[in-house]
């Protein structure tokens, strides 16, 4: 049996100093001092706004996904639409915006679904989902550098995919387990 | 209606420049080019060994949680246990090793569920998820400055801790999906 524990003291940052711009991240060391012994320590911190992603649905109740190169696993992977939120810009907006850029597909309104962190261990950022019903088909203009494929699977299907392996990004396996909670 | 795309054509990294060491990942900048438009961009990579984390269940059927201080964040969250693949180390034994040191619990077997990308778009790591089942409270061993809360709860009970908010780090409700799928 384990004696029992004290609660958790508050760390405390103590000093955040910059050492990389990475354009899409921030690379910052931090010291922060622990609340139970009193000592300092060092930890690295990956600073970035907020993400987001969406749950695309036709009328047909199909869902929409994209398939993309990704520069993480130098390869493509199959993923829900999303992206970052730009500075000042509403999530659900961006979802929206993310959804129509990167596959034409165009939807009034966004529904929360919920947010996670993508890593709060080494990242403070939310990445937020959004459910967008009724979504129609409309011209794409992703950059002039991402080159997408759009296809649609019945939502159904997706837990198949992604027990599969084919799909394998974590905050989309996430924003399944929010659309199904 | 849109014009059929070509199909993706690969991107090749044509070189990598290690940027910063930051001990649990580092920073690289990658010269990639298109297949498609032949032209080279530079694009920020996060290098990380695998991760892994682990759904331990009680024989009663509680899932472990620990809640830890955690950087990213600069503040506590409630999550499963899991932490970095040493090298070399095989991922179920990472599993384990893992489970026992930051809760005491002890198990046999870790079954694998699948496993995810964390973030494809800037890291090419995994994370593997592992079922732990009948695990066996014992003598928890965490690092000096860990200081982590362990408790339990229905298995059940899991889903409404997403929904509520309590439960953000997005590998640990992709690995609830994971074991539902």
Redo the contacts between chains.
Sequence with gaps: ??AP?P?????V?VAREP??D????R?ER?R?R?G??G?E?E????AAGSWVNVVALTKAGELVLV???????????L?IPGGMVDEGEDPAQAALRELSEET?YVGRVAEPL???????????NR?YTFLVRDVE?G??HPDE?E?I?VSTVPLAHA?EL??R?EI????V??A???L??
């Design positions: 049996m384990e524990r609660p958790l003291l508050p760390f940052t050492l990389l990475a354009r899409v991240f690379v931090l922060r622990s139970r012994t000592r320590h930890y690295f911190h990956i398939r993309q190169e990704r520069h993480g696993v130098e390869a493509t992977t993923e034409g919920g947010w996670v962190h993508p890593n709060p261990a080494l990242q403070a990445c088909a011209p794409a550098e080159d494929e837990r992604v027990r392996g394998t990004h974590a905050l396996v996430a399944l387990y929010l199904d909670a």
